[in-house]
């Protein structure tokens, strides 16, 4: 019979425990516990199913308080502050834990169907035409090297915030033939181009060779109102540009309220839409002072009411948020904000702001019967879950209007600019 070394032996028994240690539960518990913790006041959370492990709080500022349940291990959190916990094992410590509780947080709930005013932040340059003059066809604005998407900001030093603000200039080159000094906003960089008007033959008139715009409409769902602050956020993803595809970017816009008037249904390949129109009064609710990838935000200057949930409800951080079962509040007829039962297919903890959080199945089947899913200006209906506000649907999925995208209601409130970790929220 073979021997096998001593030293091979050793190595084998040595690997075989290693890997007994590596898979065995009391570690898989230990690994799978965070370092960092961040709870709201009242909230409860439990750690782990591990029997071996206990806990001590190293400080006492926030009134934490550790049990054991059964096999688990929770953590309630009394009142906002700073802990550390210390996790031992048979009276050795193995890992210290950081506790951040927050002070109790809500905002209501939207699911109203919005109409949304952008006005841009100079005058957008959205495509190039010819112009025809006696020794042929061109277009100055091209020529000068302006861009489609490019914003013009200013002419001759003199600001220009909307498309009015251009003719003076082109129509005054006649009198003086000196080039335009066009100021531009490309990509976040200031360039300054010079530009010279041609007479259309045509016409007898001068033009720049551009199409511009100087505003921006559309329909969509606001996702949540902060009573405190009057700070909303709607929409959750950027406006861009039909044209350009672009995202737009805003002096000032306004709210309205709008009205469903009909859905044309979503199939695979060919994403579905709501028909919209805006309110008779056209009476603005509030002010659009931001359009980022998180959608649109401002302040409002009435509380909108949805008819399901008009008081406030706490809010999941990205890493409270589970798979399974949730709704959406959004508007598929009238005025009337309706709820939808969904599935949260997957979710992401996120620690840094993304567009992407979570994938949505829409499983109500009055919804789909309606819409077929998912559809254009749904986008920003909150999603609930367990009687928490944990994000909005944001996307579609082409070939599976079923299904889509949503984000994490956590980044869409950092966008307003309200700060959850702040002790106290205070209006601005």
Do not use: C
């Amino acid at each position: 019979m073979k021997r096998i070394p001593f030293r091979k032996t050793t190595g084998i028994i040595l690997l075989v425990s290693l890997l007994a240690i590596i898979f065995s539960h009391p570690l898989q518990d230990y690994l799978a516990i965070p370092t960092n913790v961040t709870l709201f006041e009242g909230q409860k959370k439990s750690l782990t199913d591990s029997k071996l492990l206990e806990a001590e709080v190293v400080s006492a500022t926030s009134g934490i308080t550790i049990a054991k349940e059964s096999k688990e291990l929770s953590i309630h959190a009394a009142k906002n502050g700073h802990e550390q916990v210390v996790l031992n094992i048979a009276g050795i410590p193995v890992k210290k834990m950081n506790i951040e509780v927050l002070k109790d947080f809500k905002v209501i709930p939207g699911g109203q169907s919005i109409g949304v005013k952008l006005n841009t932040l100079g005058v957008l340059v959205v495509g190039h035409h010819q112009i025809t003059t006696a020794d042929g066809a061109f277009s100055p604005g091209e020529t000068a090297g302006i861009k489609v998407g490019d914003i013009i900001m200013a002419i001759n030093g003199q600001k220009i915030t909307k498309m009015q603000d251009v003719s003076p200039f082109v129509n005054g080159y006649g009198d003086s033939r000196k080039p335009l000094v066009v100021d531009i906003f490309r990509d976040n960089e200031k360039i300054t181009r010079k530009i010279e008007p041609l007479k259309d033959k045509n016409e007898d008139i001068y033009k720049l060779g551009l199409y511009i715009r100087d505003s921006a409409a559309g329909i969509g769902t606001m996702t949540f109102y902060h009573p405190e602050t009057r700070k909303y956020g709607a929409l959750g993803h950027v406006i861009s540009d039909m044209d350009t595809k672009k995202p737009i970017v805003v002096k000032d816009g306004q709210v309205v309220k709008s009205t469903v008037t009909s859905i044309e249904k979503g199939s695979n390949g060919n994403p579905g839409e709501k028909l919209a129109r805006f309110a008779a009064d056209r009476e603005v609710i509030g002010n659009i002072t931001r359009n980022s990838p998180f959608g649109i935000f401002g302040r409002l200057t009435k509380q909108m009411e949805n008819g399901i949930k008009n008081t406030p409800l706490p809010i999941a951080l990205s890493n409270e948020v589970e798979e399974g079962p949730a709704e959406i509040y959004t508007v598929v007829e009238g005025n009337k904000v309706e709820k939808f039962a969904i599935e949260i297919i997957s979710t992401i903890p996120q620690k840094f702001p993304a567009t992407k959080g979570m994938v949505l199945k829409v499983t109500d089947k009055k919804l789909l019967s309606k819409t077929g899913g998912i559809v254009q200006g749904m986008s920003g209906s909150p999603i609930i879950q367990k009687g928490k506000v944990v994000g909005a649907v944001t996307h579609v999925f082409v070939n599976d209007p079923t299904s889509g995208y949503g984000v994490h209601i956590e980044w869409m409130l950092n966008e307003a600019g309200i700060d959850i970790y702040q002790k106290d929220s205070k209006a601005g």
